[in-house]
């Protein structure tokens, strides 16, 4: 088998104001990103639908079929105004009122309009990405209780506050969200990912939402809650993709738990085919230099080893000194960890209790063929992308190729590890469909004489129905 032109896990790369010109974005998309998200936690729309049209422009100028994703806020919990920067101590008590004041080292005004009524005595105020530790003592009123101080630490200004051990009544949709919503319906983008998923209905309600607007967007919870972790088969379940968050699901559960959780719902998303992205604090130090640490460089390589769809980047593109770099980096460490066959033939053996079972057979079927026979491509026609998501759960060391005539879920499978979309609407005869696609792979030196390419199709095919056949070609 020769080797792929391309990395099978996804890179996800924030646009922000280090890279939202066009320039800028053309040589990111160039140096290996597959899908740039767009964090409306920061910029206006203006800002927003420029880098969006953009990308849109790069993809129709180089054939390029780079996905969107939109990053919902969701509700912020902050300190309120600091005058300066004050320095809480060890063992003191502080006052935590949601009245508009300006903090001090006895009073501390925070955001969450709930508080008094939602926290209880002996919960954690976690504070400052959890470097500053209160613990509830006495909830006093309507809007202020006193915490004790069990880990000092310098605050400033707006600084975020973590509440791990509080069920929040907070809705995961604001009116900012709902709002920035709108947006993105507009606009078309293929991914919208959820902030402060708890529940399975979190999701189910903003599906909702799209699903009224009569438009195609496929939803990411976001896993940074510890509720989220609890709830993770349903939340998957009810899913198009699933990220974990790595940055606030630090700070609510303990460290050390993270790097299990994360290994665990990646494992789950690919024995679901639900895409899964690993984010926060991936080459955090190439925000500011040129060479990443040891560490990070481990951290990307195992979260290839494990099997993740997708590695995002965060401010290292958005706002870092060296974002061309960083992708540069990042794709090659993906590159030659996929030299290895540990990161290849993973999911679950379909049961016979799937309602897909038939089709997921297939797939299944069609990814062990390709490893006996060393198959150069497996290649795949698909109008809702079933097909595309199943094969690729399998993580098969042969190339993926879908041939769609939906264009949305052509930009929406660039998150899909392995798979590269081609559009494609001559769906004829299944013969002539076949010839085509082999046509297409040759031109573009992807298949050459002699290689094996594994097809699954639906027959008839001008039917499109679930997928229910296997051919096996030699490209001629």
Known sequence: ???????????VATIGPATSDKEMLRRLI?????????????GTHEIHLQTLKNIREINEENSKAVGILMDLQGPKLRIGQVEGEIILEDGKDILVTTTSVVS??????????NLARDAKINERILLNDGKVELRILEILNSTTLRAHI?????LSSNKGFNLPDTRLTVPSLTEKDIHDLEFAIKHHVEWIALSFVRQPEDIIDLKKRIAASGKEIRVIAKIEKPEAVKHIDDIIRVSDAIMVARGDLGVEVPLQKVPLIQK?????CIGSAKPVIIATQMMESMITDSMPTRAEINDVANAVLDGADAVMLSAETSIGKYPVKVVETMSKIIHDVEEDRRVYYKGKKPHHSSP???????????VRISDHLKARAIVAMTKSG???????SYRPESSIFIFTDNKTLLFALSLVWGVRGYFYNKFETTDKTFEDVLEVLKQDGIVRERDYVIHCASMPIHKKQRTNTIKVSVVE
């Open 104 to 113: 001090t080292t006895d009073q501390l005004s925070v955001s969450y309009e």
């Open 150 to 154: 069990v880990a000092g630490g310098p």
């Open 386 to 392: 079933f097909t595309g998501f199943r094969v690729a």
């Open 356 to 366: 897909s079972f038939a089709s997921d057979e297939i797939c299944f079927t069609a």
């Open 30 to 42: 160039h140096a290996g990103v597959d899908v740039c998200r767009l964090n409306f936690s920061h």
């Open 1 to 11: 088998m020769h080797s792929p032109a391309f990395n099978k896990t996804k890179i």
């Open 264 to 268: 665990s719902v990646v494992e789950k």
